[in-house]
């Protein structure tokens, strides 16, 4: 975690002028009923988000950057804090069905059917959006992306907030999603009024996007409630087709999704194939980085990572186990960065059910850059 000194050295002379002070309080993690100190934290949170001011929340997938989405200056403050490209949209969150009425123009029969199945929870759904929903929140579209997260402190702030947070995860623009309150803070502070500390957060990557306002419902970004899942309930479920590729000539309808996302500083590389073809083509790269004197590191597996001879060997847990694998990779790709980590090769997963939100993450951080051996 980084001191407040240490994080202005980092601010521009501009930036620093505007310093603040960011209050960090704790809310326990398994928590569904609140003590007086968490209830104070909320309320406190509420009051500056209603106050045009931004705070830091835990919710199931990310930590997200939160301000009032219907104030236009809240939307403009996030998108300065994240030093974030503003025609890329924000995520309104809520914490009821009611609250969808005010903000889209017309609720989809499918969307009433998700909701029952995957709301409270990791699922965003693009909506025609009211008049109410201002464009700096859109990104200047005329569609809105809603959630409602199952998190009970993110549940709680909504409420607290008066209903409607817009909220990207709460990152540098182009750094992975933080999965705990410390890559808030190394990212954040000083530059929002409040972080809440809700530990680790449950899933690690970043909800599923589903847009509703074309015929057939069309998956943008890959997450925990998987196409198989969404196609259970919808039928018919089509896939952007820049998911998993960046050679089809077209642009991604998630805007967010054409930027160089979740990438580490160093130089990221997939290594596909059978596994001992892998271990050999890394340690052989690795050896040859040495050579020239750079750091290196590998992202494997519980069985395979004593394999490798790479400076900083990292294991997102069990092949078998794909929400561990989700959970653990955005930390291991910030812990490259902050041991100076300038050459990674990382094992390729299943591109199944919730492998494809994995490997969709990881193609992104390696710029789809991907060897195959
Ligand atoms: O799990 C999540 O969704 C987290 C937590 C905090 O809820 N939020 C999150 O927000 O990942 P963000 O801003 O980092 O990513 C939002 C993505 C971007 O790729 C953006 O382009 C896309 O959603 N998006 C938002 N509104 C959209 C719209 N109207 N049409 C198409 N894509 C949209
Ligand atoms: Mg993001």
Redesign the pocket.
């Known amino acids: 975690m980084s001191g407040y000194g240490q994080t202005a050295d980092r601010l521009t002379v501009k930036e620093q002028r505007s310093f603040m002070k960011t209050i960090v309080r704790k809310i326990r993690q398994d928590t569904e009923v609140f003590d007086e100190q968490e209830q104070e934290a909320l309320r406190l949170a509420g009051s500056i988000i209603r106050g045009g001011g931004l705070v830091a929340f835990p ?1 199931e ?4 950057l939160g301000g009032d989405a219907l104030n236009p200056a809240s939307s403009k403050k996030i998108y300065a804090a994240k030093g974030r490209p503003s025609d ?4 309104v ?1 809520t914490a009821d069905m009611d609250a969808l009425e005010k903000i889209v123009r017309r609720i989809p029969e499918s969307a009433v059917r998700l909701a029952d199945a995957f709301w409270p929870g ?1 699922l ?1 759904m ?1 909506f025609e959006k009211s008049d109410a929903v201002p464009r700096e929140t ?2 200047g ?1 005329d ?3 809603v ?1 409602m ?1 199952s998190h009970p402190a993110a549940r709680e702030l909504i409420r607290q907030a008066g209903g409607y947070v817009a ?4 990152n540098l623009s182009g750094k992975p ?1 933080p999965t705990e309150a410390g890559y808030v803070i190394q990212d954040m502070d000083g530059r929002i009024e409040m972080i809440i500390d809700g530990g680790d957060v449950k899933i690690g990557l ?2 599923t ?1 589903v ?1 509703l306002t074309s015929r057939t419902p069309i998956i ?2 890959p ?1 925990y409630v998987t196409a198989q899942m969404l196609a259970a309930v919808l039928g018919d479920v089509e896939e952007d087709r820049t998911i998993m590729r960046d050679d089809t000539g077209q642009a991604p ?5 054409k930027y160089r996302h979740y990438a580490p500083r160093g130089d990221l590389t997939i290594v596909d194939g059978a596994q001992e073809n892998v271990v050999d083509y890394i340690n052989t790269q690795v050896g040859l980085a040495r050579k020239q004197n750079k750091k290196t590191g590998v992202i494997g597996t519980d069985t395979s990572i004593s394999e490798y001879s790479a400076d900083v060997c990292k294991s997102v847990g069990s092949r078998a186990d794909e929400n561990t694998i989700a959970r653990e990779l955005y930390r291991v790709l910030r812990g490259f960065d902050d041991e100076q980590v300038e050459v990674i090769y990382a094992e390729s997963f299943d591109t199944d059910g919730f492998g494809q939100a994995i490997m969709n993450r990881l193609l992104k951080a390696a710029g789809h850059k991907v060897i195959h051996v």
């Open positions: 919710t997938t990310v930590y997200g890329n949209p924000l995520i969150h990791p965003t693009i859109t990104g579209l569609t809105v992306a959630r997260p909220a990207p995860s709460a999603s970043e909800s996007i847009d943008l970004r997450g309808k998630a805007p967010g999704m």
